[in-house]
């Protein structure tokens, strides 16, 4: 079956840095998206990566290695309102979107 | 960018009754749609994949009579919740791309049926 795996939930400090792993198992691989989600809001893109290596965007950056089946986000100099649920999910050979249940990041002051 | 709305963003009704939530694309062509289902604290959940012009496909254990899918032009998709019951309370969301894209969402809509 397709899986993807993240953390449940993860604590950091503002300021700090922070890493959110992603391990996939899927029928196919065309992309691996990163997608940020506040309570009772539609997700929101953050990063896509279909190639091995580090894509870089502001203070957030996605890795991809699709020998391993592993992709992390890594968001820098956290704020408070980056609390939130983050989603990674990749899309399988007939394109349709695998989702990860997401991680729960808490930024505490 | 693409632009993906959903109406209404809230809506609470009565057990028994029906409701019907509206997903437009509104700066591109989307033949396909998909809906999603979230409870609480719990990831998306896709229900069915809506295709312009032919029948949805519904994923494993979502009843297809209960949740009628419409998706007559290559702009607006249709979900109806049919006979809803308090269980069908949850956050439903749209999304669609253009081929090899990201998804981009609908604003999401809270179904709370009391």
């Known amino acids: 079956g397709q899986n993807i795996d993240q953390p449940t939930e993860m604590t950091a400090t503002e300021g700090a840095i922070v890493q959110i792993n992603c391990t996939y198992q899927?029928?196919?691989?065309?992309?691996l998206f990163w997608y940020q989600q506040h309570a009772g809001e539609a997700p929101t893109f953050l990063s896509y990566n279909v190639l091995d290596g580090l894509e870089e965007k502001g203070r957030f950056s996605s890795f991809l290695s699709r020998s391993k089946g592993y992709s992390y986000l890594l968001l820098k100099e956290l704020q408070m309102k980056d609390s939130a649920s983050y989603l990674c999910?990749?899309?399988?050979?007939?394109?349709?979107?695998?989702w990860g249940a997401g991680t729960k990041l808490i930024i505490k002051p | 960018g693409a632009v993906v709305s959903q109406h209404p963003s809230r809506v609470i009704c009565k057990s028994g009754t029906s409701v019907k939530i509206e997903c437009r694309s509104l700066d591109f062509q989307a033949t396909t749609m998909f809906w999603y289902r979230q409870f609480p604290k719990q990831s998306l959940m896709l229900m069915a994949t809506?295709?312009?012009?032919?029948?949805?496909?519904?994923e494993q254990g979502v009843e297809k009579d209960k949740f009628l899918i419409n998706h007559a032009s290559l702009t607006l998709s249709t979900l109806t919740v049919t006979s809803a019951h308090p269980e069908d309370s949850s956050f439903y969301i749209c999304?669609?791309?253009?081929?090899?894209?990201?998804?981009?969402f609908g604003q999401g809509t809270r179904l709370t049926v009391v």
């Open positions: 899927t029928s196919g691989f065309n992309g």
């Open positions: 999910a990749v899309k399988d050979s007939n394109y349709q979107l695998i």
């Open positions: 999304s669609s791309s253009r081929s090899n894209t990201e998804a981009f």
């Open positions: 809506s295709n312009e012009g032919s029948k949805a496909t519904y």
